[in-house]
């Protein structure tokens, strides 16, 4: 029962910040990797509650209108196609040589983050979900596509500062984006794991009730008043969270699933 309670509250929490701003994979992944899942099971397995708390979230910003779906189907292909081409990697292959990249794209995710704060609490272009998506931001987000498939963590970080310090959108509208494109993506990269059979549907359960809280609770709260200044503090906050625990010798959980 304990176990349970405890999933269920990682749902919770990982469904919202993934929908609120991102790394809701940090408080999952361990603690499926805690409860003795194998690495290639536990990453498969965290798929269902992201993918849970994203559809909530994509009905939640439907409800408010706050989609832009033209700028979104014409991300969608190249996001997809590389999504699909990262989980492949991550069921087949084994992954020691990016264990690095890791490290350095929370480095960099935090720098970029804390430079020029006020290009993420600007309003935006309203016109540029209007027009067609630029050749650097379909390279740009097709690469954090692949990334989203191979091991998602911190991937809807990678996202927001494609969309808004390429694709000159306002943070609230680009969490909307972001959640539209993680959320076809995880369906495309939860195919290939559970055709390989590495989901763990017992602890998945519990993780999906609760994330599809968190994606209602984190979609209310980008929708909300000062929505901006929320998401830029929790990504700050998860970010700074992760790169300390790196400072202090705790092993990431993008780690222990290089080590398959």
Known sequence: MGTWIALLGAGILCGFLNAAASSGSA??????????L?????????????????????????????????????LLPG???SALVGALLAAMLP?????VLVHIAVVLALVLLMLKPQRWLRDGDP?????????ALLVITAGV????????????????????????LALQ????????????????????FIHSGQVAWGAALPLMLGSALGGWLGASL???????????????????????????????????MMQI
């Open 27 to 36: 408080i999952s992944l361990p603690l499926l990797l805690a409860l003795g």
């Open 38 to 74: 194998p690495p290639a099971i536990a990453n498969g397995t965290n798929r269902l509650p992201v993918l849970v708390g994203m559809a909530t979230a994509i009905w939640r910003f439907q409800q408010s209108k706050a989609i832009p779906w033209r700028l979104c189907l014409r």
């Open 79 to 81: 996001f997809l196609v």
């Open 95 to 99: 992954m020691g040589q990016i264990r």
């Open 127 to 135: 016109e540029s979900s209007q027009r067609n998506p630029s050749l």
């Open 145 to 168: 596509g692949l990334w989203t498939g191979l091991i998602v963590l911190d991937s809807g970080t990678y996202l927001l500062m494609s969309l808004v310090l390429v694709g000159g």
């Open 173 to 192: 509208q680009a969490s909307a984006v972001k959640a539209v494109l993680i959320g076809a993506a995880t369906v495309v990269s939860l195919a290939v």
């Open 222 to 256: 980008a929708l909300g008043t000062n929505a901006r200044l929320w998401i830029y503090r929790l990504l700050i906050g998860a970010l700074a969270l992760e790169l300390g625990a790196m400072v202090l010798g705790w092993q990431h959980p993008a780690m222990r």
